[in-house]
């Protein structure tokens, strides 16, 4: 890596170009670059600095859950013995079914998210989890209208990379 | 959605940006075609679009929390919705059903990042109550959209034969 990259300040335009490509990262530079005002080799520029200091990490196809099989998404916040959380979790893991699973503090000390075919492999999988005797409570939510919940990087405020150094 | 639909989808679950003509290349049809296909299958709600993803650590983030919300009976989810979509550093909201009506997923930069978000939520017309779950950091894919939530559900899909990759 060119370690005179690194020094390279963010600016404002950088984080339009990361916005732009939260929307769409299909998006040719040559639109990206009208947009802002600015020459295409800006835009191919700027995002190559973007990516060699880590800031843009790679991207991901956003699809239709259910037209793949998933009908079920469920979250389960889990109260667990504290002490055995970790271990909780590597059990968790194991089964393969969960997407997500996180230690947390606060109400609940775990968050699992399942991503389910339906709600029969919904309750095999619980059923597992159920288990492990260092679980004290588990309660599931389904998660519906799974179509709209889609991650939302745009919201994302940048404002602090240009404070970065 | 047939072979050469499923195709262009794995191809897109491989390399997001991945140019037309390389596609196009790859599976020895023309350009056109797999602009045309690639533009229905968005049509039709099959896939949505393609993001980057971005470190959140290095945009100055340190943590993920869950907000679980309880509705009041008479509030309006939709317009709930729509008003929390929209809020900085909100990255997820997901209607629920269970011990909470929904559950929002937001990012934080410190605790008192933290809290002025809840005021901000708590904010929004038609909570009843709210709890919050703050997600231990080293559980966590600090890039969002996780790409461990995505590879797991293409795993799962390309484990029971709908996606070739």
Redesign the interface.
């Known amino acids: 890596m060119n370690p005179r990259v690194l020094t390279l300040k963010i600016t404002e335009t950088d984080l339009k170009i990361i916005k732009a490509l939260q929307l769409d990262a299909r998006a040719s530079y040559t639109d990206i670059a009208k947009e802002l005002g600015v020459s295409k080799n800006i835009v191919s520029t700027r995002v190559r600095l973007l990516k060699e200091k880590g800031i843009i990490n790679g991207s991901i196809l956003l699809f239709n859950l259910s037209k793949f099989g998933f009908g079920c998404l469920a979250s389960l916040s889990i109260k667990a013995i504290p002490s055995k959380v970790d271990d909780v979790i590597k059990y968790i893991r194991s089964l393969k079914g969960p997407a997500i699973s996180a230690s947390t503090m606060g109400s609940y000390n775990l968050t699992v998210i399942l991503l389910m075919q339906d709600t029969e492999e919904l309750k095999r999988v619980i059923d597992s989890i159920k288990k492990d005797p260092a679980i004290i409570q588990i309660n599931t939510c389904i998660l519906t209208d799974i179509e709209k919940a889609l991650p939302r990087s745009q919201n994302i405020d940048l404002s602090r990379l240009l404070e970065a150094k | ?1 047939d072979l050469v639909d499923l195709k262009i ?1 794995g191809l ?2 491989q ?3 991945m140019p037309f003509s390389r596609m196009a290349k790859a599976l020895d049809i023309g350009i056109e075609t797999v602009i045309r296909r690639y533009n229905k299958l968005k049509n039709e ?12 650590k ?4 340190t943590g993920h929390a ?1 907000f ?1 919300v309880n509705t009041l009976a008479d509030a309006e989810p939709e317009k709930m ?1 729509s008003e929390l ?16 009506d929904l ?1 929002i997923h937001c ?1 934080y ?1 410190d605790l008192d990042d933290l809290y002025r978000l809840q005021r901000e939520i708590s904010k929004v017309p038609g909570i009843k109550y709210m ?6 950091a ?3 894919n600090t ?8 590879s ?2 293409i795993s ?2 390309a484990a ?1 034969g ?2 070739k990759t």
């Open positions: 959605m989808i897109l679950i390399d997001p940006q709600g099959i896939i949505y679009n393609t993001t980057i993803t971005v470190d959140m290095k945009c100055g983030y869950l679980l919705y979509v929209k809020k900085r550093n909100v990255l997820t909201v997901i209607h629920a059903i269970g011990d909470y559950l990012i930069s709890s919050v779950v703050v997600v231990s080293k559980d966590f890039s969002f959209p996780s790409s461990e939530y995505y797991h559900m799962k899909m029971s709908q996606i």
